[in-house]
Every structure is written in structure tokens, then in C-alpha cells.
């Protein structure tokens, strides 16, 4: 079935909120187009088995806070006035929120979930541990330099200069040691105690392997959350912060004016990954007890002690800085051990929410009952002070769909060998695995 795009205009607003007065005149609140947009795919059913790419962007979810109804009216005069209620008026930022990309997630959420992730990296840690001299005498270095001068003004200090001068060298050493700890000592010590515990983990591993060897296996994880708020600064004349606006300014009481009314911006994201694998390795078939003399290059690739050319990428120097904007490491990865140990997806999803609300807010002071007199004027009623809350939403919502054998790979691609392991495996295009067809 071919992929399809709907878009869709949708309004807010626009309903009546009042009469003009003595006629009755309908007065309505403003409109507000926004819109709705769908990417996704076409898919057989009922029932539907499968999914595909999917991408919706809903733009200018309004929703109108109203205020409390009042009744204002001049009996003499402008013979004017107002019965109904008021709506904050809502915001819309200048530039136009846009959905983050899920390009390289589909690849994370494969390399932390698939069954034959290694219990530990040994590889990595001993290539790693030409840097264990450096860190004992940067160590070294550092604390016995702020043993010897310290930071405090004592009388061990020859001149003000030199105190100050201390202080201006007091965030290098903090930033230095810092950088120490946490990328050099913290990943040592859980390496350390990965170590001590290898045996265990590994038979733990081994026994799960041998006894989901052929079957499914689900995950779920969430790859990345959070959300933040903050205020947007917003000064103006609050009686155009509510609609609709009267044109009769005697109806508005004193109180109005220039005054901040800062906006809420709230943001919310979700990236979450789902799947379900099947592995076949021969050597956990043969009905034999688990132990690592007759498994051992699966346990050395379980360890990290093969041949991986992940491996070899993450020792090369700077290729950390190539992995902070991309994922090189984690493809390389997840391309070994799909090659060597024929990991395949049942079906693999990457999603993403995100949710951008602002809320405005507004306040006007209003007369209430009937006018009479001049002056002085009289109101029946009390001054009325209102205010209500709009929100305006950005939603954004996407899903990718792997493979079986990863994302970004379609079947045209796959060799007759691939197609064998998936007959093997029970596995056709006709499954969740469907998407992408081409």
C-alpha cells in the first residue's frame, strides 16, 4: 500500500460571547486558524497487523479561557453597553516551533536492547588503561598542589595579589579534577567491578541465551525525556490582552493600563523504542550444559574481548567528538553482531512526542449593572476585575520503523542470504516487519 498525506484546516474560536447593547448585535469572539497534517502509510485490514513511518504535526491547538459574564450598560448618553463574557487572547510565537528529528535514535534504541548485548566492554577498558599513569599523576599533581597553596586568606600568604590570584586559578582545578573523576575513575572503578563479577554474568547470560535461542524476544525502553518551563516577558495594554475589545471605553473601569503579563512556555519530549527480536546461534542448540570452555567465542564476544570493530573505532582518537553529533560507533556495532549472530526484528518502532504550550494570560477591569449620571457616574453593580487563562499547543508526534535487519534498510537490498536466515526464522514482509517495502 503507498504512503498518504492529509492535512487539515482546523479553526478556534469565532463562537458568540455577548450582545451589544441596548440592540442585542451579536458580538463574536476572533477566529484562529491552525492546522493538522498526517504523513503515514496505507496499510491491509481490518484487523490491522502493521505499522508504518507515521509523522502528525498538529499547529495552534487553541483553547480559549473564558472570563466570568457581565452586564454593562449606559443609559444615557452613548446609550452603549455589554452583556456576555470575555476570552484571553492567545499567543503565538514569533517562530513556529518544529518536530525534532529521529534520524540515529532507531540505531541507539537497536544497540541497548538487542538480546546479545555484551555484558561488558573488556576490549575497550584495556586499550583504555594506557591512560590509568596519566590519571594517578594528574591525581597526584592536583592535590598536592591545593594541599600547598590552598584557597583561604591566612596569614601563610605573603599578599593580597597572591590570594586573588589563587581564586583566579580556583575554577582550573575544580574543572581539571572534574573532568578527571567523572571520565577518568568513575568509568575505571565500575569497569573494575565489572571485572571482579565477570564469571557470574556471563553464565547468567549464556543460560538466558541458550534458552530464548529461536524465540521472541520484546523490548521497551525510553531512549530520552524531559521538559522544561520558563516565561516569555509580555508588556502591554491589558484590555487588548481579552476579546472582544469594547469599543465604548466608558464601559472599562480604572485599573487598566501598560502592565507585564509574561507568558508560559512549557515544552515536554518523549523518545521511546519498542521491538521484538529472534536470534538463532547453532552452538546453544546442541541440548549441552551451559559453560564457557565450549563457548567461547560467544563468551568473548559477550565480554568484549573479540574481534569488534567497534572496538577499534572507539579507540581512535576524536572518534568520541564524531559520536557527540552521530552514532558511528553504535552502527558499527550493531552491524557485527547482526552479521555474526543473525539478530533480526520481529518488528522495531523508534516514537517520539513532543508537546510546546503556551499559556497567556489576561486581565481587564470592567463596570457592571447600569450607568447613571455623569458626573459623577453611578454603577448599580461593583467593578468587576477579570482574567483567564488561553493555551496555545504545538503538537508533534513520529515513528520510524525498522527492518528486520535495522533501519534505514530496505528489502531490495538484502542479499539471498538474508532472505534465508528469515525463512529460517519464520519471518516474511507480510508481518509488522512490513515497512519500509521498498
Not at 72 to 84: H, K, L, W
Not at 189 to 208: I, S, T
Not at 251 to 273: R, V
Not at 402 to 416: M, W
Request: glycine share 10%; hydrophobic share 35%; net charge positive.
Amino acid at each position: 500500500m503507498g504512503s498518504r498525506t492529509r492535512i487539515l484546516n482546523q479553526r478556534w474560536g469565532g463562537e458568540r460571547c455577548g450582545s451589544k447593547l441596548p440592540l442585542g448585535t451579536a458580538v463574536s469572539l476572533p477566529s484562529y486558524l491552525g492546522s493538522w497534517t498526517c504523513s503515514d502509510e496505507l496499510h491491509p485490514g481490518p484487523p490491522y497487523r502493521s505499522g508504518g513511518p507515521l509523522s502528525i504535526s498538529k499547529l495552534s491547538s487553541v483553547r480559549l479561557g473564558r472570563s466570568s459574564s457581565i452586564y454593562a450598560f449606559i443609559s444615557t448618553g452613548s446609550q452603549s453597553g455589554y452583556q456576555g463574557y470575555f476570552a484571553a487572547v492567545p499567543y503565538f510565537p514569533s517562530v513556529v516551533p518544529f518536530p525534532q528529528s529521529l534520524s540515529g535514535w532507531g540505531a541507539i534504541g537497536w544497540n541497548r536492547t538487542f538480546p546479545l548485548h555484551p555484558v561488558y566492554n573488556m576490549g575497550v577498558s584495556l586499550i583504555e588503561l594506557k591512560d590509568f599513569h596519566g590519571m594517578i599523576s594528574h591525581t597526584k599533581t592536583v592535590v598536592s598542589d591545593l594541599a600547598k597553596r590552598g584557597f583561604s586568606f591566612s596569614a601563610t600568604r605573603r599578599t593580597f595579589g597572591d590570594f586573588v590570584s589563587d581564586l583566579k586559578k580556583g575554577p582550573k582545578y575544580i574543572a581539571d579534577n572534574y573532568l578527571n573523576l567523572s571520565f577518568g575513575w568513575l568509568p575505571f572503578m565500575q569497569d573494575f567491578a565489572a571485572m571482579l563479577n565477570y564469571r557470574e554474568n556471563l553464565l547468567k547470560k549464556l543460560a538466558w541465551l541458550k534458552s530464548h535461542n529461536g524465540k521472541s524476544v520484546r523490548r521497551r525502553i525510553t531512549l530520552d525525556s524531559g521538559g522544561f518551563s520558563e516565561n516569555i516577558a509580555r508588556t502591554l495594554n491589558n484590555i487588548s490582552s481579552m476579546a472582544p475589545v469594547l469599543s465604548d471605553l466608558n464601559l472599562y473601569a480604572a485599573g487598566n493600563g501598560t502592565m507585564s503579563l509574561p507568558i508560559k512556555k512549557s515544552y515536554d519530549n518523549k523518545i521511546w523504542y519498542v521491538a521484538k527480536y529472534r536470534y538463532y546461534i547453532p552452538e546453544l542448540a546442541d541440548g549441552k550444559a551451559i559453560n564457557l570452555r565450549d563457548h567461547r567465542r560467544l563468551a568473548a564476544n559477550l565480554y568484549g574481548i573479540a574481534f569488534d570493530p567497534s572496538i577499534i573505532y572507539k579507540v581512535i582518537p576524536w572518534t568520541w567528538l564524531l559520536d557527540w553529533f552521530g552514532n558511528i560507533g553504535t552502527v558499527l556495532q550493531n552491524i557485527y553482531f547482526r552479521a555474526r549472530y543473525h539478530v533480526v526484528a520481529e518488528y522495531a518502532y523508534v516514537m517520539s512526542s513532543e508537546k510546546y504550550i503556551y499559556e497567556a494570560p489576561g486581565y481587564i477591569r470592567v463596570h457592571s449593572g447600569t450607568r447613571t449620571g455623569t458626573s459623577p457616574a453611578v454603577w448599580s453593580g461593583p467593578d468587576m476585575s477579570l482574567s483567564c487563562l488561553t493555551t496555545t499547543g504545538y503538537i508533534f508526534k513520529a515513528r520510524e520503523v525498522a527492518n528486520p535487519y535495522g533501519f534505514g534498510i530496505t528489502y531490495k537490498s538484502l542479499s539471498a542470504y538474508q532472505w534465508s536466515i528469515l525463512a529460517a526464522l519464520g519471518l516474511s514482509r507480510r508481518g509488522k516487519t512490513s515497512a519500509p517495502r521498498t
